[in-house]
C-alpha cells in the first residue's frame, strides 16, 4: 500500500486514543482470553476511572480435558470471576453459548445488540478474527459478532472497536504498571495455565510486551488493531493503516 495513502488516512481519520475512553466493554470467547490479550489494558483503564465490563460468549465448557462439561464450566467460571476482581472488572454478563462454535454467529449478535444498545459502550475490545491461521470458531465467531453489530445494530460511527490477538497492531497500551497484575490475572485461570507451561507462557509475554514497549519508550506494552467502524467495510487500505 502506497504510503502517501495510509499518510493521508491518519490525517483525515485520525483513530482515537482507547486509554482516554470511560465506558468499554469487551467481548471475549473464553474464560482467559481478556486476561492474555489485554489485562493489563483493562487494569490501566480501570485505574483511570473506566467503567469496564466483561461479555463472555462462551461457558468455556470444552476447556478442560478428562472433565465434564458441567464441572469444566463451573470452575472456569469461578476461575474467570476471580481474574475479573484481580482486574477490577465492574460486570461480568455471560451468554453462555457453548464452548467449540456450534451455535450461529446471527443469536450472539442478537444478544450483543441488546447490550451495545443498553450500555452505550465507547470502546469496544475484542479478539481479532482475521488474525491469519486463527482457526478456533470461537474466536472467529465472537470477533466477526462483535464487528457486525458495531457496524449494523449500534449506530455509533465514532466507536473505536480494538482488536486483541492481532499480527497488525496499530496502537500500543504502556502496561508496564499493570504488568504484575496482568500475570496474577492469567494464572488465576489455574485449569488453563499449569505449572508445567507457566514459564514459558510468561516469557513469551515477556518477549512481546518487550518488543511493543520499545516502540513507545515504555518496559512492557500490549499491541491492538484500532479501527473505527467505517475501516470494518468496503476500505481498501484497512489491513495497513
Ligand atoms: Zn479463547
Redesign the pocket.
Known sequence: MEKEMIDFIHKALPLPNIEERKNVVCV???P??GEIGAGGTVAKLKSKGATVRYVLVTDGGAGIRGKSREETKKIRKKEQETAASILGIDEIRWLNYPDGGEYELKNVRENLSEIFNDIKPDLIIT?DPFLPYES?P??KICGLATIQTLLFDYHNPSVPIAFFFTAYPNQFICVEKQWDKKFESIFSHKSQIGPEIAEIFKKYFETKGNIYGRKIGCKYAEGFKVLIPLMLHAFEETLWI
Do not use: K, Q, R
Request: aromatic share 0%; no cysteine.
Open positions: 471475549l470467547p473464553h482467559d482470553d479478539v478456533h470461537d474466536h
